[in-house]
């Protein structure tokens, strides 16, 4: 019924009018032709109610009293008598004020509907708006959540790693002088710059793990590169990355995602998968970009959704929302899960059409 309303409404006023008027002459021909026995008052009820719902109550009045008098008269012409003169007079006022009841209901719930419909049309725009606003400021946090990382990871590599590893050649030095006086002292200051330098090691895994490599153009897969090398010295697994040709992303937003993606991915299977081999897969076929990460750990659990683990997939299918990309995680038959996530090529990428192997595999 909307949808007929809708349709009407787009016509011009004039053609309605029009077409009232026209369905008056109908309605009264045929009513004439069928004779005085048999009414076809209802009838008029329709060109009545278009012209109140689509033109007013003036022009609806003006159609009603039309009707009535088209009406009287074909019944009159078709041979109608009546007992006494004012029985037609009557007859008409009484529809008539009929009539004018229906337009006025008619008029009141035309007036109820385009209410309703700017109140909707209203709610749906600032509903619309606060959607909008709600995800500027995600956005707008996970901004600074990136931001925050690659200070913290900045931090960590120029200061910290700069400090230990001074630290480090202190310590040499001591050693080297305890060592110089034939001291046992040195071998424990030897044990101890080792200590620093593996802290140094772990140091600068933590800020690649923080503040990625540069993602975008050639730096985009060396970014997954160098994540399958870390994650494989780290956790001492076996973490392969492997991409069936080169391409590259000039969409710093869209590359750091699909990186983020895989990074929450690996550590949901190693965190909550026990997983000990981890393939990550990144590949462009037909114009979109497909990431794709398989573990053998022991699956998705049932509750992982509503446990602490579901935060996570929700963080990944909100990114991957973000860059218009589609998001999907499953089970696999056997063991372990397959995270995916699939990116139609923009305008910010650019593939080499040369179909080269790159794999990482460590461990």
């Not at 006025?104 to 909707?120: A, C, D, K, M, Q």
Request: charge should be neutral; hydrophobic fraction near 45%.
């Amino acid at each position: 019924m909307t949808r007929w309303i809708k349709k009407f409404e787009q016509y011009p006023k004039p053609l309605i009018m029009a077409v009232s008027l026209l369905l008056v002459a109908i309605i009264g021909l045929v009513d004439w032709m069928t004779g005085f026995e048999i009414s076809f008052f209802v009838f008029y009820l329709i060109p009545v109610a278009l012209a109140v719902w689509f033109v007013g109550d003036i022009f609806g009045i003006v159609v009603s009293v039309l009707s009535v008098a088209v009406w009287v008269a074909g019944d009159m012409t078709a041979g109608a008598r009546y007992s006494r003169p004012f029985v037609p007079v009557w007859n008409a006022m009484i529809a008539v004020a009929f009539l004018i009841v229906v337009v006025g209901i008619l008029t009141s719930l035309r007036r109820l509907h385009r209410e309703l419909e700017n109140r909707v049309r209203q709610r749906t725009v600032a509903l619309t708006n606060e959607m909008q606003e709600r995800t500027r400021l995600e956005k707008e946090l996970l901004g600074i959540s990136e931001r925050e990382q690659r200070r913290i990871g900045h931090d960590l590599h120029d200061s910290l790693c700069q400090h230990l590893t001074g630290t480090a050649l202190a310590g040499q030095v001591l050693g080297g002088r305890l060592a110089e006086k034939s001291l046992p002292e040195a071998a424990t200051a030897n044990h101890l710059v080792e200590l620093v330098e593996e802290a140094i090691e772990l140091t600068r895994t933590l800020a690649r793990g923080l503040h990625p490599t540069e993602l975008e153009g050639a730096g985009f897969l060396n970014g997954f590169q160098e994540l399958a090398a870390t994650i494989s010295e780290r956790f001492k697994i076996s973490c392969k990355f492997e991409n069936s040709r080169a391409l590259e992303i000039h969409a710093p937003e869209g590359a750091i995602h699909l990186y983020r993606i895989a990074q929450e991915a690996i550590t949901n299977a190693i965190k909550h998968g026990k997983a000990r081999e981890i393939i990550i897969r990144l590949d462009m076929c037909d114009n979109v970009i497909t990431l794709e990460i398989v573990d053998n750990g022991i699956g998705l659990p049932e509750n992982a959704r509503s446990s602490g683990q579901g935060m996570g997939l929700r963080i990944m299918a909100y990114r991957a929302s973000i860059i218009g990309a589609s998001f999907n995680i499953e089970r696999l038959p056997t063991k372990g899960t397959r995270v995916i996530c699939i990116l139609p090529a923009t305008s910010n990428l650019s593939s080499d059409t040369h179909g080269t192997k790159a794999q990482s595999s460590i461990g």
